[in-house]
């Protein structure tokens, strides 16, 4: 009895293991299930857009899709865990544009670059705003810049570090205003703030739609290149005359050295799974919008908004230093 | 009206009334392992609810959430490893209690205190969510950083034997909690180059290692020094054991009714402010207690209403955690941060309008609410029996798997090796403290409000340096202050003597 | 607890001071263009670890030593953390190298067989096959975590 108790145990072990070893080379890829990570908390716009692109592309790819969360320093710990992953397709990684193309400028400490990856595809965008509370006698921005300088104070801005402190830069150069930013927590905290009074003005990616929508906020600009497709009596920064122009937008990566028809086949998979029906979920849901680019255009995005922001953060730079 | 008889028929149908269930056991189920918890388990449902109905996902992951807070109070007192952080302060007279053989009286107690203050902040939600997220909004940086400063004092009185170890504990806890990227400047601080780090050192593996693991430690080696088969645990359910010590009688209710009230009222305050947390209302409860009480030496060493009082508090911030969810879009906790995404995959964007645009939906989720408490009273009745056989089982078996439990529930934080590292070095950490009394309780509330402390510390400070003064027209910020005045002139004062 | 709060006592205050000195000058930045700079919170604390240290240790010393003063860490108790440290690296090494299955197990073998089950090898060997395999399960399929 004990014996064959013995020998039960030790096939289950080996069983368990067996489950476990890889699966001998084969052809075609993908033959196993495919991991991806995703650089931003369960629920937000990221984690969606990633986990409803990952039930499409694996009816496509005819392999499981795994999203697995790797939250944390605005995509950056994902970025940084992708980057060390093998180029195989195995391991691909949803993250947004900010923790490629200006995080490791901010932050000369992380050990990855753009070009340390080879980007799939970009999926979608925000649709972001800077916004105000109701209660407040702001209707346009001009008016609230015209009255900060009339009243000669600073501006008192809700910011989620990196992207919005820079645009706050951009505009105080054109205008002369002067803002202190309030670093906060999340999109969240910074209109919890301001629908409080105790801020100004803030700038949100998603969580200012339903404050609008209840005329709790009122929105003053984006940063878009384009105006908002839901929004289109909102304009833009740059056509307010600042130039500045920023999306984060969300993203497909694979660590760098991804074989041709793999990356191709995973941007193919991409495309295919953005699909109408697709779009119209994502925007009634989370109010994004789909925006397929494929690997070389995304490639070139991200450079361009690391170009572009350059100046921006080099000055940042030289005020941190004083 | 009519939209309130819909929504709750709809929370009262058999599918949903199954979802409910099958929500509150997984809570307590998560809540209990140490390792596991209520919002890595809400997080893993919300794409699970992706295919029910709207109503039936979310009420299913608030079944997670209300079962996981009272989950967590289990283990804590079988065997003085909190399943769930918030239960750190429901092993003080907890585990004491189980080791005098009355363990089943504690996890009663736990689970009526639980179920009270989880329904009293229910209700407070169901009737005043809109006024008091009002209220919560005046609550700005500068208010904040007087409530945790009144918080802090509270609790630093709760320090165990030494007040100067306490502190050092404490202050210990809240320097750690600086580690990550700056929130003002970006740049990275003590992280010595890991990325891992930039987030700062996650809070679950620290608190597996330090309240879990460590104690395991502490419990093999006394079964070491004892030799072997040394003390085996008591079973709770001997027939050696009186009726009274395995049920809560009717005088014990009565006594600790005003603790329950006043932990109540504590733990639905702390939940509608965003950013203090169930670990500390527990605490805070705990103590106000321990202050209120005409014996406050016996809390302990077992006192039956330290388990009331901690229970109570943790619980009461479940519901009211809600009300800045639902009355203005904003999350209270990881968990309702959680369940925003869950309510936005459903098409339903929790904020000022919910009430207007889905009446039928919110007071179905209300209702979904009370039937949840009732569920956890029935499930965590039975649940308890069940897990008391846990201490039946030899420790040679169990700790080896609560171990296993400790590395997985720490991989899993972060799916990393890194989160596993982290947790194995608080627990080797966590033994030191507990061996030299320096209290692992204030050194997790430091860690837990020092972030958030620096962080509106720092608001107040860029908002008000051009004009201090007027920091001393806010009239919240005077009450606060003076509160904390007080309390330490008390605490003083009742120190005094003794020392 | 006099010998061992001073002892803990000195550890402390050495290791704030070299925090202070050495570490958070490398480590964190000490400029900001607005408010606090970012190590004006960690020193304070430091500095508030350290001078409650040194009062941990003076408060000591000038008290007398009372009977029952026995040291709460003796020697057993630093072989047997120092021998769990060393038995814990080696555990994470394990998964960390070989995966979970095989790395619990070892684990959950050498904790059982430490913990004086040496009577019932077959009890050992059923946990330590069964228990990481369990939790593998669970974790891969309730949880989607894939442990190594």
Redesign the interface.
Known sequence: M?RN??II??A??AA??AA?LPGIAAAEYPEKPI?MLIGFRPGGAVDTTGRLLAASMEKILGQPV???TKAGGGGTVMASTLVTAAPDGYTIGMGASAAYALAPQMNTKLKFKIDDFDHIATVSIPQDAIVVRTESPWKTLDQLLADAKAKNRPLSFASQVSIATLMTMAISNKSGVQF??IPVKGGAVGIQEVLGGHVDVTWSGSGWHKQVAAGTMRALASMGPKRNAGYPDLPTLKELGYNFEFVDTFMLSAPKGLPKEVLAKLSEAVKASLTPEFSKNLLSKMRLVTDYRGPAETTAYLHKQHDDMAPLVAELKK???? | MEAILAGIGDALTPINLFFIAAGVFTGILVGAIPG?NAP??IA?AVPLTYYMSPLAGITFLIGINKGGTYGGSITAILLNTPGSPEATSTAFDGYPLARKGKGLKALKMALYASVFGDTFSDIVLFTVAAPLAIVALKMGPAEMTAVLLFSMTIIAGLSGR?L??G??AA??G??LS?VGL?I??A??????GFAELQDGIPIIPLAIGLLALSEI?IQ??R???AG??GHRSIDIFGRSIPREDKVVSWAEWKTCFRTIMRSSLIGTGIGALPGIGAIVAGFLGYGAAKRASKHPERFGTGELEGVAAAEAANSAVTGANLIPLLALGIPGSLSAAILIGAFLIHGVDPGPLIFKEYPRLVYGIFAAMAVANLFNLVIGGFGLRFFALLVRF????T???I???C??GA??TG?S?FS??IM?VF??LG??MR????SFATFIIGFAL?ENF?VF??QT??LF?DRPMELFTRPIVLALLALTIWVLWRTGHRRAPAA | ?RR??II?GLI?TLAGLITIFV??PR???S??????A??V??LT??W??TA??V??VV?RLVTRPSRSDGP??EL??IV??GV??IA??A??IA??TL????G??A??AF??L????RRYP??V?????????A???V?KH???????
């Open positions: 004990r108790l013995s145990a030790v289950t072990l368990g293991t476990l991991t795994v999203g697995v202190n930013v005020k941190q230093k004083k | 596991l890595m388990a893993i030494s100067v170890r502190l050092i202050a210990l809240a320097f600086t700056d003002q400047t740049e990275p601080r003590l992280t010595f430690l093999i080696e079964h070491l020094i072997g088969g030899p420790e040679s078996a700790h080896p798997i171990i296993l439990l590395i997985a991989f899993a799916s090796m596993v590292g194995l627990a080797v033994y030191f061996k030299l009394d320096f020092g620096e510390f720092r400070v860029i340096m | 607890m061992a709060d803990a402390l570490i958070v480590e964190v930045g400029t900001s263009p607005i408010g606090i970012p190590d919170f960690p604390l430091l508030t670890i409650l240290s009062l941990l408060l709460p860490l057993h108790n047997f953390i769990a440290a814990l690296a555990g994470f998964i960390a995966g979970f299955l095989a619990g197990a684990i959950v904790t059982m430490v913990m004086g089950a077959l009890r060997v059923l946990v330590a096959a069964l228990a990481p395999t939790i593998f399960l974790f309730v949880f989607t975590v894939f442990l190594p």
